[in-house]
């Protein structure tokens, strides 16, 4: 079982389209995160949420909303899309715990949006 | 501000022999952890090895191991023996929950 899951892996559409990307994590985390990697590899965060309430809400375009229907599902948004939100998005789950923050994140295996 | 750092954006390697990348962290939390991921050119993140800042002892994982240095906030990530496999571009992240930032990466190239 894929503990991380993105769907679409890939995905092409024209300027000014709204799309989604969905994203599911059976590894019982309470924590998700969306992260958006440019043509320079650079990992920037978007959102975080904690069992489904936003935590990090990075400065992102208002054309980008986060839905989380419950803890095992964080889903993207898109709205208009502009040839600059070409990149590859990563959705990623962690466990909380207080104290150190000893547990990794999970990623799915990215999402290559392409805008043309 | 950007509160991961990693200077290298290139290393090159000769296979068998040692690599160190660097990494430097800011942080006020005295609650953080700081991780290794390796993205091979097919692009998953692979998760390598984990430090809390409460840890004594440095960390390793097989061939991984991290070099904390607290009091610098640095930590380093150690590749011994290198492979050509290992070739792939690697992320210093830290982790203050709930929150998780990577760095700029670098790109790690193991020479036959």
């Known amino acids: 079982d894929t503990a991380v899951s993105q769907t679409p892996k890939y995905l092409v559409t024209q300027m000014g389209n709204d799309k989604s990307i969905k994203c599911e994590q059976n590894?019982?985390?309470?924590?998700m995160y969306w992260y958006k990697q440019d043509s320079k590899k650079f990992l920037k965060i978007m959102f975080s949420y904690n069992n489904k309430e936003l935590i990090i809400n990075e400065t992102v375009p208002n054309r980008f909303s986060p839905k989380s229907p419950d803890k095992a599902h964080l889903n993207l948004h898109i709205n208009s899309l502009e040839l600059g939100d070409s990149a590859v998005y990563f959705c990623?789950?962690?466990?909380?715990?207080?104290?150190?923050?000893?547990?990794?994140?999970?990623f799915g295996q990215g999402t290559r949006l392409t805008v043309v | 501000a950007q509160k991961i750092t990693q200077t290298q954006p290139g290393m090159f390697v000769q296979e068998k022999e040692a690599v160190t990348l660097d990494c430097t962290y800011d942080?006020?939390?005295?609650?953080?952890?700081l991780f290794w991921y390796k993205q091979p050119s097919s692009g998953e993140m692979i998760f390598l090895i984990y430090?809390?800042?409460?840890?004594?002892q440095n960390a390793t994982e097989g061939r991984y191991s991290l070099n904390f240095q607290k009091a610098r906030k640095s930590a380093n990530l150690v590749i011994s023996a290198s492979q050509l496999g290992d070739s792939a571009m690697y992320f210093c992240a830290m982790r203050e929950v709930p929150d998780m930032r990577f760095g700029a990466g670098t790109r790690l190239t193991v020479k036959p």
């Open positions: 430090q809390g800042s409460y840890d004594q």
């Open positions: 590894l019982g985390h309470d924590t």
């Open positions: 990623a789950s962690s466990l909380d715990r207080t104290g150190p923050s000893n547990t990794e994140a999970f």
């Open positions: 942080t006020s939390d005295p609650s953080y952890g």
